[in-house]
């Protein structure tokens, strides 16, 4: 955005509201709104934790922003020197307007954001707050209220499956879905090694037995040539992971499923809105679950979704998210159940963040245009896959470095990048390597996509100047090796 646009953008009339303000904080995009009078001048300054306290304080959305705002906060003057402007920083100020003579504002220094690339981040805002106002003032805080509910048929809707049962992390929709299929001691269930390891954790909590199969070098998800070598007559299900936002390869693996007569659950946690062969993953195996922890694609904090279109496990799962309770008569219970529920709190931020899903799934296609026009010509780089049958929503937009072209290694490469202010994260360790489940299996695929792959800030608040910065920052380390 030009100074100019950034600065109309975050202003409001010295007379607005509290609501006002926080819409100029949102379109700015950097915690902050200003009040400007009539005549231009700069009247005061709004952030995004002065909003917060106030509506914490009892101020209603209505109140007059100049209320809560702060005229006398740190400003810099055109003609300041670098370290003058520098001395008005601290750990609290972490952006000062520039006003001239008149006292316009003219530009906007803000404490050098790219240091502070994180991989994900939440994005937030005045709908979450008044959706949760709402819980707070009407005390339905706990599993009751509307948002619940609400945030089900949302999201049934959304990956068009008639059913979904709202959980409380995605860990425990993974649980409930192997519970409701039966899945219990002496089964196994097969699952890709290369995944986070919640995956594996809810086949061994059912006491099933996870067994690990290698992926696919093309698509880096659950490979089923190897699905199929891994079926014995204990097998009773496979979980394909949509791993970083791009879908597992589902019809070979259904087509494999429905000859053996296994159920697939789909492991969507990192993929809400990813398509393979123009459907929504989730609504494609007998179950789809979804985690909402708050660095997925939309968040609740802790919290996480099962959809179906299979009534009888849609009900299943619900008695078993709340210890097993008869849903028609109180405090019985016939099976051992769980206290899985979501709270109407979480629910409310779900529902404000189903509103932007698609403006959020976009941005993140947006940064990965960005970061792949930047790198895809970089030698040594393996950019993350789409396959012609994937629609990648690109969770955390993932890379893999190959050392002898690079001339320097992934550990090495996140290394520089910390240094350079931006976070990264290794590929998840394959699962048959981690010291709980060390199967001493060699899965080459899932072991060298482990060792040489990171993914890069991906945050929905990434600007191309940030995605910029990595690419270069990157671009940097590689030629730096070769020196
Ligand atoms: C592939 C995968 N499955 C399951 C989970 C578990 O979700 P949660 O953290 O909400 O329990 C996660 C993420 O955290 C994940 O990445």
């Avoid at 086949?203 to 690990?212: E, R």
């Amino acid at each position: 955005m030009e100074t100019r646009d950034r600065i109309k953008s975050m202003s409001v009339p010295a007379g607005g509201t509290i609501r006002e303000a926080m819409k100029a904080i949102d379109r700015g995009a950097l915690g902050t709104a200003f009040l400007v009078t009539d005549d231009g001048r700069f009247a005061g300054l709004v952030s995004d934790g002065d909003v917060r306290r106030a509506l914490l304080g009892g101020h209603g959305l209505e109140t007059p922003a100049s209320e809560i705002s702060r005229p006398e906060a740190r400003k810099a003057r055109v003609g300041m020197s670098a370290a003058e402007i520098a001395e008005l920083f601290s750990e609290r100020v972490r952006l000062v307007p520039v006003l001239d003579d008149t006292d316009r504002i003219v530009d906007v220094i803000v404490f050098d954001k790219r240091v502070h690339l994180q991989v994900a981040e939440p994005s937030m805002g005045e709908e979450e707050l008044i959706n949760v106002t709402e819980c707070v003032l009407t005390n339905w805080v706990s599993s009751g209220g509307r948002f619940v509910t609400m945030l089900e048929e949302r999201f049934a809707d959304f990956c068009g499956c008639k059913y979904a049962v709202a959980v409380n992390t995605g860990t425990a929709a993974l649980h409930l879905a192997l519970l409701a299929l039966g899945i219990g001691r002496g089964d196994e269930v097969i699952v890709p090694s290369l995944t986070f390891i919640a995956t594996a954790n809810a086949v061994a909590y059912c006491g099933a037995t996870p067994v690990f199969v290698d992926s696919e070098p093309d698509s880096w998800n659950i490979d089923p040539v190897f699905v199929e070598a891994a079926i014995t007559p204990r097998t009773k299900a496979i979980v394909p992971v949509h791993l970083y936002g791009h879908p597992a390869n589902m019809d070979p693996i259904a087509e494999i499923a429905s000859r053996h007569n296994l159920a697939v659950i789909e492991d969507a946690a990192e993929a809400h809105g990813a398509l393979y062969k123009g459907r929504r993953v989730g609504g494609i195996g007998d179950l789809g679950v979804f985690s909402f922890y708050g660095n997925k694609i939309v968040t609740t904090g802790e919290g996480g979704m099962i959809v179906t279109n299979r009534k009888d496990v849609a009900e299943a799962m619900a008695i078993l998210r709340n210890h097993g309770m008869r849903p028609e008569r109180r405090y019985w219970h016939e099976t051992l159940g769980y206290n899985y529920r979501l709270t109407n709190l979480q629910a409310a931020v779900g529902v404000a963040q189903m509103d932007k899903i698609e403006p959020i799934l976009a941005a993140k296609r947006r940064i990965a245009r960005t970061y792949t026009e930047y790198l895809k010509d970089l030698p040594g780089i393996t950019l993350p896959p789409e396959m012609d049958w994937a629609h990648n929503v690109f969770w955390l937009y993932s890379i893999l470095v190959d050392e002898s072209v690079a001339g320097i290694g992934r550990d090495a490469l996140m290394e520089a990048l910390q240094s350079a202010g931006v976070e990264t994260r290794p590929l998840f360790p394959p699962l048959h390597t981690q010291p709980i489940y060390a199967t001493g299996q060699s899965l080459p695929v899932a072991e060298r996509l482990a060792a040489t792959g990171l993914s890069l800030p991906s945050a929905v608040g990434l600007t191309d100047e940030d995605a910029s910065h990595v690419a270069e920052s990157v671009r940097a380390a590689f030629s730096t090796q070769r020196v």
